[in-house]
């Protein structure tokens, strides 16, 4: 059964931070290829953007207020850095061909900076998929168990495609 991005986080926190998303994609290419894919992926507790270092601030220890103005942990799935064993079980292919094309794929939910968050300053959430040299990174709309982003094909750049991504489950890991 298909799980949120949300609810999915929620669950792997409660396995105690060890969990694998079964991770569904679909990418309809506005000239014609129809892509499908699919991926294992391990819950990551604070996932940063591709080529983005990861900061984490903390809170005032004398006001307690700190936690208002930095930037929250931003949970996720991701593919990236997988072993080359795993990596066989990360891929897309055209809908009735047989040819796949290995893919890292994160989906991560940004909660934003608290106090900005009436401003729209959060929650995010952004799809990326890495497949050989050509790389996408997307804002998703999370629409219950679907994400939904517009941006280019990563099959080819130069045109646009509409995403569809999907947690079909989330189950415990042990390492």
Same mark, same amino acid.
């Given at each position: ?6 609810? +999915? ?11 694998? $998303? ?25 996932? $940063?953007?591709?080529? $983005? ?10 006001? @307690? ?15 990236? +850095?997988? @072993?080359?064993?795993? $990596? ?23 909660? +934003? ?8 300053? @959060? ?12 790389? /996408? ?6 629409? +219950? ?24 489950? /989330? ?5």
């Amino acid at each position: 059964m298909a799980v949120s991005l949300q609810d +999915g986080i929620a669950q792997s926190i409660g396995f105690g931070g060890s969990a694998l $998303a079964d991770i569904q994609m679909s990418m309809h290419d506005a000239d014609g290829p129809v892509l499908s894919g699919v991926a294992i992926a391990p819950f990551v507790p604070d996932l $940063a953007l591709r080529n $983005a270092p990861v900061t984490l601030a903390s809170s005032s220890t004398t006001t @307690g207020i700190g936690h208002w103005f930095t930037r929250q942990p931003t949970p996720g799935f991701s593919t990236r +850095g997988a @072993g080359p064993g795993d $990596a066989q079980h990360n891929y897309y292919q055209p809908v009735n061909d047989p040819h796949v094309t290995l893919m890292d794929i994160s989906l991560r939910r940004d909660p +934003g900076v608290p106090i900005l968050q009436w401003l729209r300053g @959060g929650p995010s959430v952004q799809i990326e998929i890495e497949a050989g040299a050509n790389a /996408v990174t997307l804002n998703a709309d999370e629409d +219950g168990v679907y994400l939904r982003a517009v941006g280019p094909s990563i099959a080819d750049p130069s045109h646009r495609a509409v995403y569809t991504v999907s947690l079909s489950s /989330v189950t415990p890991w042990i390492p």
